[in-house]
């Protein structure tokens, strides 16, 4: 069975600060996307990273997938409160079965 | 531009009754509809997809069901709900299988069971 594991769980940062938060598998995936969830909304897509050693960048946001397709990481420059939010991974060996992390729960003080 | 549509946004229902939570897309021809829930802490969870009309595929043997009878409607259903079925309801669409292009999703239904 496919697992991806996101970490920390949750972080609490000051604005301004820099932040990493990770997603690791033991297993190859074909892509991984990464979403932001607010309180009572869904999930909306951030990025999707398809390509070993590829770094996406979206505005202070930079998104990278690991060369061997299992692991990622979204580093977020300078946050801002409005940064706060549920951040979720989300991979497929291909087809429907996408498999989704349970998200890093961040929360940006102003 | 494509739209997604779920409601109820919340619903309190009692154990044993009938459920019924309704998706529509806009702006799309023939999209897959997904049906997720999303436990506290936990990812997402696939409990159907589908492909066309009247097509389903189910991921979680459950009391749960869904139905597409129209291209852009998904209807997630159950006759008699548990406790257990409490959670936050996710309607999503994509083109094709979601790796390149990702979901678009619902903003979802909040179902408490009491």
């Known amino acids: 069975t496919q697992l991806l594991e996101q970490s920390p769980q949750f972080l609490s940062i000051q604005e301004g600060e820099n932040l990493t938060v990770y997603c690791n598998s033991s297993?190859?995936?074909?892509?991984l996307q990464w979403y932001r969830q607010e309180p009572g909304e869904g999930p909306v897509l951030l990025v999707t990273?398809?390509?070993?050693?590829e770094v996406k960048k979206l505005k202070r946001l930079t998104f990278q997938f690991g060369d061997a397709r299992k692991d990622s990481s979204l580093h977020i420059t300078a946050a801002q409160p409005g940064d706060t939010g549920l951040y979720l991974c989300?991979?497929?060996?291909?087809?429907?079965?996408?498999?989704f992390g349970a998200g890093t729960r961040l929360f940006v003080k102003a | 531009s494509q739209t997604i549509h779920q409601w109820p946004a919340t619903l309190v229902q009692p154990v044993g009754s009938p459920l019924s939570l309704e998706c529509t897309v806009e702006?799309?021809?023939?999209?897959?509809l997904y049906w997720y829930r999303q436990a506290a802490g936990r990812g997402l969870q696939l409990l159907f997809y589908?492909?066309?009309?009247?097509?389903i595929s189910s991921e979680v043997p459950q009391n749960l069901s869904a139905s597409r009878p129209q291209d852009r409607q998904f209807i997630l259903s159950s006759k008699k709900l548990l406790l257990s079925d409490s959670g936050f309801y996710l309607c999503?669409?994509?083109?094709?299988?979601?790796?390149?292009?990702?979901?678009?999703f619902g903003s979802g239904t909040r179902l408490t069971v009491v």
């Open positions: 999503a669409w994509s083109l094709s299988g979601g790796r390149l292009y990702g979901y678009t």
């Open positions: 297993s190859v995936f074909s892509s």
């Open positions: 990273v398809v390509t070993g050693g």
């Open positions: 989300a991979g497929g060996p291909g087809g429907f079965k996408t498999i």
């Open positions: 702006g799309t021809s023939n999209p897959n």
């Open positions: 589908s492909v066309g009309i009247g097509q």
